[in-house]
């Protein structure tokens, strides 16, 4: 099982999402070729419905917290709404975000 579907898992079982769209953009950055470690997540769900967009970011980092702490998630790029909002918004997670460039890593 790949990290993206681990995390489609995780992210699945604990949050039951109305929409997910788990992205691997390792290979926009200075990584091996098939690299698993830059992720972009765009998830709708009920239990957003009473926290703010930072809480909403928190419950996401805590359910990948093994991912993140011990580095098969180098980066984590969230964007949330609850669905209110994703239909609010004809239920668009805004996938067209443009995810920074990377910077070349180790400082450079």
Not at 30 to 59: A, D, Y
Not at 79 to 94: E, I, L, V, Y
């Amino acid at each position: 099982m790949t990290t993206e579907d681990e995390i489609k898992e995780l992210l699945t079982k604990e949050l039951n999402p109305i929409n997910l769209e788990i992205i691997n953009e390792s290979y926009m950055h200075n990584v091996p070729k098939g690299s698993e470690s830059h992720f972009k997540v765009k998830i709708v769900s009920e239990k957003f419905e009473t926290l703010s967009m930072i809480e909403q970011h928190r419950l996401v980092n805590e359910i990948l917290k093994n991912y993140i702490g011990n580095s098969k998630i180098h980066a984590l790029s969230i964007t949330s709404r609850t669905p209110t909002q994703w239909k609010k918004n004809n239920q668009s997670t805004r996938i067209d975000d443009k995810s920074p460039s990377c910077k070349g890593g180790f400082g450079k």
